[in-house]
């Protein structure tokens, strides 16, 4: 360990012991234990969202959504109707309009990753994601890891993202010693190995020195699928644990045997496995014959240089390009659907 990280980690501890925090110390012992357990990094790679930079809410940047597609295009079409949505339902000044519609127009044919609109920044901004791995697999949730005060298994189910608002700042104080250790470790994080093309790894070493700050995201929460090749993700990101687990639920009994049209057998087996383990509670595994299903614990880092986050890579690929997402509108506001 070099002396830079000591004097960092020594800080940080000394912190933690003159806070006294029972509940921290509680957290911390949790995640000292998970490092032995889990000891290794599993990348499962880039994901993509939006960042804004607003001068009437300060100099930061600051998340405005989820850093979670798999694309950049994905992350630029979210922006496309952010703008054209503010332009419809925003404002009232025709002038306001032209400007944001002006910008949209951009987005339709152009896969441009920033945008400056009346002195606000708009960014696409790329993160990795990435979780702990151990002898059995992929991390699950932690018994430290927050919970819902609502823990239904019925009803509506809307989990709301904790990415939106979020300060990309890497000098912001993380808490928890272990994760500062994380932070710290993850400064020089490149893709390496021959299954990363020539161009992703020459990008992600560049990244390295160009953005050299680092932004860990709010830990997130998904469903794997454990293979004969490894683990599969196969649901998105949720912000807790038990909303993982309703998730994985109304999957194996509502969306999954309509997705992939289940025969009756297989319908049956799923939801007599889905009941076993909404009985279990706080369970964090299923199994369906040879096929289990884990709840998983994923984390996300931000690389930041001196003006802001990081945008895509040129070796970040895109599956389609920009396209014309909404109906015409003039700048006084109305629609033209024929066009």
């Known amino acids: ?65 989820p850093i979670v597609d798999g694309m950049p295009q994905q992350a630029r079409d979210a922006l496309n109707s952010v703008l054209w949505f503010k332009a419809k339902d925003d404002t009232d000044d025709p002038a306001e309009r032209r400007d944001l519609l002006a910008a949209v127009a951009i987005l339709e044919r152009e896969p441009v990753d920033e945008l400056e609109v009346r002195g606000v920044r708009y960014r696409v901004v790329r993160g990795d994601e990435f979780a702990r791995t151990g002898a059995d697999g992929l991390e699950p949730p932690r018994p430290t890891d927050p919970e819902p005060p609502d823990r239904s298994w019925t009803g509506r189910h809307d989990a709301p993202s904790t990415d ?46 160009t953005h050299p700050g680092i932004v860990l995201m709010p830990v997130g929460f998904g469903v794997a699928e454990r293979g004969k090749t490894g683990w599969t993700p196969r649901t998105s990101l949720m912000p807790t644990p038990h909303d993982a687990r309703r998730l994985l639920y109304d999957a194996m009994t509502e969306s999954w045997p309509l997705l992939y049209e289940f025969d009756a057998e297989e319908k049956a087996a799923h939801a007599r496995a889905a009941e076993r383990f909404k009985a279990a509670a706080h369970a964090n595994e299923a199994r369906v014959g040879d096929t289990l299903y884990r709840i998983c614990r994923t984390e996300r880092l931000v690389r930041v240089g001196p003006d802001g986050p990081e945008p895509p890579r040129p ?16 700048e006084d506001g109305t629609l033209h659907y024929d066009d």
Request: aromatic fraction near 8%; avoid cysteine; proline fraction near 9%.
């Open 1 to 65: 360990m070099g002396d830079d990280w000591k004097r960092q980690l020594d800080q940080l501890h000394a912190g933690l012991v003159r806070r006294d925090d029972p509940a921290e110390l509680v957290t911390e012992a949790d995640a000292v234990d998970a490092s032995y357990r889990y000891p290794h990094l599993a990348v499962r790679g880039p994901v993509f969202g939006l960042a804004v930079q607003d001068p009437a809410a300060g100099p930061d940047w600051r998340v405005l959504k």
């Open 164 to 209: 939106p608002g979020f300060v990309l700042d890497p000098t912001e104080e993380t808490p928890g010693l272990m994760t500062s250790a994380l932070k710290l470790g993850l400064r020089d994080f490149a893709y390496t190995g021959a299954r990363f093309p020539v161009d992703v790894r020459a990008d992600s070493q560049r990244a390295v020195t």
């Open 315 to 330: 070796s970040d690929v895109d599956s389609y390009g920009p396209m014309k997402m909404h109906p015409t509108m003039d």
